[in-house]
């Protein structure tokens, strides 16, 4: 785990409060004991080389390893308290992006347990481990293998998220069709279960896919109901992402009043729960939308402000969208070779990253731009780029506009 000083630390504390759960005070008592003996010792045989901008590094591997083996001979005698205290272990290890002894863990504990409850919880994180790590035909598979069980056990909460995982995995890979398929398997175990963030969660992934296909109207209704069921105590930052997508559905569905209303609502928010990443996706999305207003003021203002928080945090696939909408507002303007520069930005970093629909959409606004200098020929074949891209990722609606639109010119 490349973690920070201070991560570090705050790694261990997790780990403490879950031997405090699992095990007791006189386990801590010697964790901490041998702890502050070593860490004496080193301190006076290697001051220098411990010793930094961020202070003494307090928090090794041997720590870890060391308060596990305590625990392990604790527990070594209740099967079901060893089992949990693993699982707690792994979702401690995934929140500080250990995937490599999660999936260690994981491992070990799967050769161990003999219930096929278990069994199936242990391939439902060695999924996740997985596809945090981008390995997404060994995520598949463990998913899959997960979801044989919960079939087997009739666990329809079980089977929901196995199939949204499986849909998620498809997502990342840009196969719109493969996902949708798969969240609509797993919405389908709906009125089976009473898990309210599950099927949330499964509609919202249904919603952002229907976007990705070009179903703008149908994803704006999955979000608008979703948003109408909520549960008072929704995360913010979950209702948000609900309005944000819901607001660019209006958009591109060509209800721009609405898109307006929502994605005001969306930044007002954003600002209230003081998150700027969902604030800078906001006003991105609203800025492109004030485009289809003839606003471009407000739009550059917007855009300006998205684009500085997005370096800030430095989200390359945004600052390549923004790119492009800067684009759209300077061909709107008539400044075509500062228009083109920036798509060539877009274009170039969107490459980079394999942001397959972003991708897309830069061809698109490079076709528009081709059209107004009355390059047919360049116009053709930027569309025929965006086809490429947008058959690759089973983006059914956008395949059939861009089709339209090539037969058009001939």
Request: hydrophobic share 35%; charged share 25%; glycine share 4%.
């Given at each position: 785990m490349n973690l920070s000083n201070t991560q570090k630390n705050q790694f261990l504390e997790r780990l403490l409060e879950i031997s405090r759960e699992y095990g007791n005070e006189e386990i801590i008592d010697r964790f901490r004991h041998v702890k502050s003996e070593r860490e004496k010792y080193l301190r006076e045989q290697w001051k220098e080389q411990i010793t930094g901008d961020e202070g003494p590094a307090f928090f090794r591997d041997v720590d870890f390893e060391h308060l596990r083996v305590l625990l392990y001979n604790h527990l070594d005698s209740e099967p079901d308290q060893y089992f949990q205290f693993n699982i707690a272990l792994v979702k401690a290890c995934i929140q500080f992006s250990g995937y490599e002894k999660a999936q260690a863990i994981l491992n070990a504990l799967l050769d161990k347990v003999v219930s096929n409850t278990k069994q199936a919880k242990v391939l439902?994180?060695?999924?996740?481990?997985?596809?945090?790590?981008?390995?997404?035909?060994?995520?598949?598979?463990?998913?899959k293998r997960a979801l044989s069980i919960h079939d087997r056990l009739q666990n329809f909460r079980g089977i929901a998220s196995a199939y949204n995982n499986l849909g998620i995995i498809a997502h990342e890979q840009w196969q719109a069709e493969t996902g949708k398929m798969y969240f609509e398997k797993a919405n389908e175990q709906s009125p089976k279960h009473d898990d309210t963030y599950t099927k949330m969660f499964i509609r919202m992934n249904l919603g952002i896919v229907n976007i990705l296909q070009g179903y703008y109207e149908k994803a704006f209704r999955i979000?608008?109901?979703?948003?109408?069921?909520?549960?008072?105590?929704?995360?913010?930052?979950?209702?948000?992402?609900l309005m944000i997508n819901q607001g660019i559905s209006a958009r591109d569905a060509g209800n721009y009043a609405q898109a307006i209303k929502i994605l005001s609502a969306?930044?007002?928010?954003?600002?209230?729960?003081?998150?700027?990443?969902?604030?800078?996706?906001s006003k991105h999305g609203h800025a492109e939308t004030l485009i289809f207003l003839d606003e471009l003021d407000k739009c550059e203002n917007e855009l300006v402000d998205a684009f500085k928080i997005f370096s800030k945090i430095y989200n390359r696939n945004f600052i390549a969208d923004t790119y492009r909408v800067f684009g759209l507002v300077h061909i709107e303007r008539g400044?075509?070779?500062?228009?083109?520069?920036?798509?060539?930005?877009?274009?170039?970093?969107?490459?980079?990253?394999?942001?397959?629909?972003?991708?897309?959409?830069?061809?698109?606004?490079?076709?528009?731009l081709a059209k107004i200098r009355g390059d047919i020929a360049r116009q053709r074949e930027c569309l025929k780029k965006a086809l490429a891209l947008c058959e690759t990722m089973q983006a059914t609606k956008r395949v059939e506009q861009l089709q339209g639109e090539l037969a058009a010119l001939g």
């Open positions: 439902m994180l060695l999924g996740k481990v997985a596809l945090l790590r981008n390995e997404y035909e060994q995520s598949t598979e463990y998913y979000f608008e109901s979703l948003l109408e069921n909520k549960t008072e105590d929704t995360n913010p930052g979950i209702k948000l992402h969306a930044k007002k928010l954003s600002v209230e729960v003081k998150n700027q990443r969902l604030l800078a996706l400044q075509y070779e500062l228009a083109e520069s920036e798509i060539q930005i877009s274009l170039r970093i969107n490459n980079e990253n394999g942001n397959i629909p972003n991708l897309a959409e830069a061809y698109k606004a490079y076709s528009k």
